[in-house]
């Protein structure tokens, strides 16, 4: 008898936690203008970008399609998932602090996913940002709340770790390790990140820095659901298209894309999963 296990967003790959990183249903949101990034012959050689004190705010809407394998009868299932979210910044010394928060959460699903946990709302978490770390503060696992699952994680994504200056081709390499949970199960993550320098284009006719990522994703959780010992596994790869306005020190428009592998053991049966997901961060004005 195959033990039912419910796949809730927020996605796999959404894992919460406090966590060190060490460097080096509305409309899609806006798209990039062109695909084609090309340095302007006047554009300087070297760019520097750094996050400026203030607040910015993001819409970010979320698909995952996620299909299972191996079983007799495959099943094809799909949710969207939009959030408002806010980031404001403050600079101490050679410290930024940070307050996000999230005032809207919807999900839209189609198939059998299991409805996601109901938080209230607004959530906010705070933390800093040093050299070489970002670091929440508190208990953010709070009943390993998927809403707290997001926010962290698009907090990783809105405040990447950068070299002091950038030049075209320039690259380095960074990793990142979280604590966190997928539905009611506990897990543990590491992401390898490598970064690369595109060069100069524009973002909705704003002037804009663009550095791509590569990323390499390894899970693994285990706990209990509905009575059964359940055991997660997770592989995959990933991308992100970060625009950068070096001018405000904002990220104007980020895009991620991943690819995951999952295995869930419950109750001695073994189910495979594909999930392919994509998310995009577009700064509202």
């Known amino acids: 008898m195959h033990a039912r296990f419910e796949i809730r967003l927020p996605f796999v790959f959404l894992l919460a936690g406090c966590v060190s990183s060490r460097p080096a249903p509305r409309a899609p949101a806006p798209t990039p203008q062109s695909s084609t ?45 939009l959030t408002h979210e806010s980031l404001t910044l403050q600079s101490v010394g050679d410290t930024i602090t940070f307050t996000a928060v999230i ?37 953010s696992l709070p009943n390993c709340s998927p809403l707290t ?15 002091a200056s950038l030049s075209t081709g320039s690259t380095w390499h960074d990793s990142t390790s979280l604590l966190g949970c997928q539905g009611s199960i506990p897990t543990r993550s590491r992401l390898a990140h490598s970064y690369s320098t595109v060069g100069s284009s524009t973002y909705e006719n704003i002037p804009a820095l663009v550095v791509e990522r590569a990323d390499t994703i390894h899970a693994e959780g285990e706990g209990a659901q509905q009575q059964h010992r359940v ?11 970060y625009y950068l306005d070096a001018y405000t020190g904002r990220v104007l428009h980020l895009s991620v894309d991943q690819t995951l592998n999952l295995t869930i053991t419950a109750s001695g049966t073994l189910r495979s999963f594909r999930q392919t997901t994509k998310q995009e961060f577009a700064q509202a004005r």
Do not use: C, K
Not at 52 to 74: F, H, K, Q
Not at 116 to 137: E, K, R, Y
């Open 37 to 81: 990034v090309a340095q302007a012959a006047n554009s300087p050689p070297v760019w520097t970008f750094s996050f400026a004190p203030g607040l910015a705010s993001y819409r970010v809407l979320r698909s995952a399609v996620i299909e299972t394998s191996g079983d007799s009868t495959p099943r094809r299932e799909i949710s969207t998932n």
């Open 103 to 139: 005032d809207t959460f919807s999900t839209t699903s189609q198939g059998v996913i299991g409805a996601a946990q109901t938080v209230p709302l607004p959530l906010a978490l705070n933390g800093f940002m040093t050299s070489d770390s970002l670091i929440l503060v508190g208990d």
């Open 149 to 163: 699952t997001t926010l962290t994680t698009d907090i990783h994504n809105l405040l990447p770790r950068l070299p």
């Open 231 to 241: 055991i997660l596994e997770v592989t995959g790869v990933g991308t992100a298209t």
